[in-house]
């Protein structure tokens, strides 16, 4: 693999806090966590498989090469966002173009750097050396989903 190119569909979700609930049990605060991770690793063997035919799940990562990563995270607009009425589907003057609100980018790639190891797309995210990252509402990047979800691009780093 030197490049593989995966959507996933569902609500981005933010991986990082949580809780303590007695004895030394952590959880995570956010139960979208696992949803998300699912849906990652899912995508990763399902594009993994796609490419590949009948040749099982792809090309196995090089344990010792590094990757670069690129995602951009569409989030769905809270329902503030818009209208009401007859023109519910229509987005109010002041809504902001960026979320530059929760959740925070770096814990959304938390999440989705440990989808990608699940699915077998890296072998630990550690070999990932280079991030480019972005949060967005539907349209507002040019690599924008028509609805919440990733596009996430890995791309080997050949010496």
């Not at 070999?127 to 609805?147: M, V």
Request: glycine share 8%; with cysteine.
């Amino acid at each position: 693999m030197s490049e593989l190119v995966v959507v996933v569909y569902g609500r981005p979700a933010p991986q990082g806090s949580k809780r303590h609930v007695g004895h030394g049990v952590l959880i995570e605060s956010s139960k979208h966590v696992r949803p998300w991770r699912d849906a990652v690793k899912a995508a990763v063997i399902e594009t993994r498989h796609r490419h590949d035919g009948d040749h099982g799940d792809g090309e196995p990562p090089d344990p010792r090469a590094p990757y670069e990563l690129a995602v951009v995270f569409t989030l769905p607009r809270p329902t503030s966002h818009y209208r009401t009425g007859k023109n519910a589907n229509t987005l109010r003057a002041n809504a902001p173009e960026q979320p530059a609100v929760n959740p925070d980018l770096d814990k959304l790639l938390r999440s989705t750097l440990d989808g990608l190891a699940d699915g077998g797309a890296v072998v630990n995210d550690s070999r990932i050396t280079t991030i480019y990252a972005a949060k967005c509402y539907p349209g507002g990047h040019f690599d924008a989903l028509d609805s919440p979800g990733a596009l996430i691009v890995l791309r080997r780093v050949d010496p």
